[in-house]
């Protein structure tokens, strides 16, 4: 087990100095003119709609059971099966005759059939008419298992830190607060709590994502064999952190990766 852990942390180390001589490079930018969107449950997410066309929501996992919103905003919303149709109220100045378009943002709650809840925050524009995607979790799955298939365990390790170290999570993996909110000091020395959870639906692979800080001052050289202790957790795959080097109020992202079924 323990050769296995050094193998991938030699692989991880190699990634983290690539992405370090690239000075944290744009890694993702939006595409204008894109109109389409896709939007995961229970993440509030701001999207753009048009404020002169019909907008259209998809539900990619089943029927639309409801749509809850403000009416008081001057919207109207039709549900058609796994479609919602969302027009937002124009009305003509009486001084200038001119047309005037809704410009406030509104928030929709888009209920499912699988009972999943789409928190979304419309900024109305003028813009064409634009498409959400709501996504389910059967969808992550069978993405993530066509993306991976035929992928080695240690390079789905290294993509896995590579995009939470760069803060680029691809929509298709899950991200969850951590079940434990204590704060771990090991042998007087480091403080390390935990910030939350990126697993990948379909291949049954954690990473724990912990920030580690000096208990005193001076500095300290870091190692991931510090942290290979079960209170952490018990059989880690894989261990790698962002810095080797710390001081007094720096803070070093420690990236802990499992298997499904391991505790922790």
């Not at 942390?9 to 100095?17: A, N, R, T």
């Not at 409801?66 to 003509?92: C, L, Q, R």
């Not at 001076?218 to 790698?240: Q, Y």
Request: some cysteine; aromatic content about 8%.
């Amino acid at each position: 087990m323990l050769n296995r852990i050094v193998k991938v942390v030699s692989l991880i180390m190699f990634i983290i100095v690539f992405m370090i001589s690239c000075h944290h490079g744009v890694w993702a930018k939006e595409i204008e003119g894109n109109h389409t969107t896709t939007v995961k449950p229970e993440i509030v997410t701001r999207v753009t709609m048009s404020s002169m066309d019909t907008n259209r929501v998809v539900s990619t996992g089943g029927q639309i059971k409801d749509v809850v919103y403000s009416e008081e905003k001057g919207v109207m919303v039709k549900v058609d099966g796994k479609n919602a149709f969302i027009k937002f109220y124009s009305a003509e100045d009486p001084t200038t005759q001119e047309r005037e378009y809704a410009n406030i943002p509104t928030e929709f709650y888009i209920i499912c059939a699988d009972n999943s809840v789409y928190t979304i925050i419309a900024v109305p524009l003028k813009v064409p008419a634009q498409t959400i995607y709501l996504e389910s979790k059967k969808d992550r799955i069978k993405e993530n298992l066509e993306i991976f298939s035929g992928v080695p365990f240690e390079k789905k390790v290294t993509s896995l830190i590579k995009s939470v170290y760069q803060n680029n999570i691809p929509y298709r993996y899950e991200v969850k607060k951590h079940k434990d909110s204590k704060v771990h000091e090991i042998d007087g020395v480091y403080r390390v709590t935990a910030t939350r959870d990126i697993y990948i639906p379909g291949e049954g692979i954690t990473l724990m994502e912990y920030h580690v800080t000096l208990v005193g001052n001076g500095k300290r050289e870091l190692s991931e064999k510090d942290f290979l202790i079960t209170s952490l957790v018990n059989k880690p795959v894989a261990i790698s952190l962002d810095r080797h080097m710390i001081t007094k109020n720096q803070i070093a992202r420690l990236f802990i990766v499992k298997v499904a079924g391991e505790e922790n």
